[in-house]
């Protein structure tokens, strides 16, 4: 069975400071795996995406990394904003079909 | 580019009454486009694959009577929620394929029941 694991669930974290969230995933045969960002109360936002042979992507303070061998992934948020505030959840798409398989979601707070 | 609307982003209604929600892609066609629900505090779950012109492909434990899917253009999809109860008080998010592996989400429904 597909499954996307995230952790942790929650996290909170002072502004400025980094963090790591971390996924781990069963999906076969690997395509892509993807981290959104999900502000309260709005729909999923691209942050990065990687495949098979990627093992790093960054966007801005993002920076995303994957071990196919593994089936691990993590994104690092550096010098976090409050408005870094959100749920950000691991998508990871297999090769065959459109269906995605989501993780729960790790809910940052970055307090002032 | 790659724009997914959706409207309305909020709506209310009483029991029993049928509502329907709309997901435009604004730049791009979109032969596919998907419909989730989302609980608070969980992750997406899909309810049903959107094909332009063909009947909508609903997952498991989805009734197709109650969540009515019509994608009659290569921009629109429409989900009307039919007899709406409190328990289909939720968040909906649909999003549209501009390529085979890219799925581009709307910014969501938020639907209350009374």
Known sequence: ?112 | GAVVSQHPSWVICKSGTSVKIECRSLDFQATTMFWYRQFPKQSLMLMATSNEGSKATYEQGVEKDKFLINHASLTLSTLTVTSAHPEDSSFYICSAILRTDTQYFGPGTRLTVL
């Open chain 1, 1 to 112: 069975k597909n499954q996307v694991e995230q952790s942790p669930q929650s996290l909170i974290i002072l502004e400025g400071k980094n963090c790591t969230l971390q996924c781990n995933y069963t999906v076969s045969p690997f395509s892509n795996l993807r981290w959104y960002k999900q502000d309260t109360g709005r729909g999923p936002v691209s942050l990065t995406i990687m495949t098979f042979s990627e093992n790093t992507k960054s966007n801005g303070r993002y920076t995303a990394t994957l071990d196919a061998d593994t089936k691990q992934s993590s994104l690092h948020i550096t010098a976090s904003q409050l408005s870094d505030s959100a749920s950000y959840i691991c998508v990871v798409s297999a090769i065959t079909g459109y269906a995605l398989n989501f993780g729960k979601g790790t809910s940052l707070l970055v307090t002032p």
